[in-house]
Nanobody
């Protein structure tokens, strides 16, 4: 059973920074991609950033130049460094990953979400 566990959310003032972490656990053969989505109240879930193994990351236009996604493949962990945060970044942030497990089955998994609130 593969699980994704996020951490690092919280309350921050506009202009501040936060770093989210997402650790994939279980018997994992490989991870194809890891990504971050977010969902604000009353809005649909949207892709924030995604990084494929060996590939360049891609970002939503709204976060380009402010957020950085990275991975530690040895730990099956993804990070989202969020800088210059704005109130409109307030949302629940979800980790998402495409994982090949020990049985050779590939599936997409979601974390439970972590709240990010940007407010003065």
């Amino acid at each position: 059973q593969v699980q994704l566990v996020e951490s690092g959310g919280g309350l921050v003032e506009p202009g501040g920074s936060l770093r989210l972490s997402c650790a994939a656990s279980g018997i994992i053969r490989s991870v194809n991609f890891m990504a971050w989505y977010r969902q604000a109240p009353g809005k649909e879930r949207e892709l924030v950033a995604r990084i494929f193994t060996g590939g360049s990351p891609n970002y939503a236009e709204s976060v380009k130049g402010r957020f950085i996604i990275s991975r530690d493949n040895t730990k099956n962990t993804a990070y989202l460094q969020m800088n210059s945060l704005k109130p409109e970044d307030t949302a629940v942030y979800f980790c998402n990953a495409n994982v090949l497990d020990s049985r050779g089955y590939a599936d997409v998994y979601w974390g439970q979400g972590t709240q990010v609130t940007v407010s003065s």
